[in-house]
């Protein structure tokens, strides 16, 4: 698993500085520019990092959330426990897994291991307000490559694409966490499910062993 989160956080990681040139109404093309600057961002602040690990927090909610549709995945995840939910309490919800996304991604970050990524061919695009099927191997030598699909959706009033699932060796990301979380959220419900979120936000970053 954080293998997998290491993978989404480094292929969707930008430059804040060239965030205006990435054109977002074109998901492969979007994904690709993204994926590239992401490793320049990692290589350069890598002193800071190993100083301040925290930072690896800021990076990921200034250059990494733009492209991620925190909010679709948040009311996805909590699927048919929307039924008769307060909508105040489906807005703290969809705060706290926001927030609890950020600290996971800056976790799996530290350890970065100047990984490179090889894409596949660009989808057709259809009709459609999602697609599935941007294709990535992650080279990681010596270890065999790691081959991902990533779900993207389309803003139907601005036309822009964010990323808001990623499937592995046919496991899909979000799905896991609502199997996950179901049961808790349907027994303790959902303001009980957002406070622990939020308590694991708030977890420092640390250096892990590397395997």
């Given at each position: 698993m954080k293998t997998l989160f290491l993978v989404i956080t480094t292929f969707l990681f930008s430059s804040q500085l060239l965030a205006e040139e990435i054109d977002r109404?074109?998901?492969y093309e979007m994904m690709r520019q993204v994926a590239q600057q992401s490793f320049e961002r990692l290589k350069s602040e890598q002193a800071n990092i190993q100083q301040n690990p925290e930072l690896l927090k800021v990076i990921v909610e200034e250059e990494l959330m733009p492209y991620v549709n925190s909010k679709?995945?948040?009311?996805?995840?909590l699927g048919p426990n929307l039924k008769g939910a307060k909508k105040a309490?489906?807005?703290i919800f969809i705060d706290a897994f926001r927030d609890y996304l950020v600290t996971?991604?800056?976790?799996?970050?530290?350890q970065y291991?100047?990984?490179?990524i090889e894409f596949g061919p660009a989808p057709k695009l259809k009709d459609s307000s999602?697609?599935?099927?941007?294709?990535?191997?992650?080279?990681?030598?010596?270890?065999?490559?790691?081959?991902?699909?990533?779900?993207l959706r389309k803003d139907k009033k601005t036309g822009e694409w964010k990323a808001y699932d990623m499937v592995a060796e046919g496991i899909s990301l979000l799905s896991s966490k609502q199997s996950e979380w179901n049961t808790k959220i349907r027994q303790q419900g959902i303001i009980t499910v957002a406070e622990e979120?939020?308590?694991l936000a708030k977890q420092p970053i640390r250096f892990e062993s590397k395997l």
């Open positions: 109404t074109q998901p679709y995945a948040a009311l996805k995840l309490d489906v807005g996971s991604y800056a976790q799996v970050l530290t291991t100047n990984q490179t999602r697609i599935t099927g941007v294709k990535v191997d992650i080279v990681d030598a010596p270890r065999p490559n790691i081959k991902l699909e990533f779900k979120l939020e308590e």
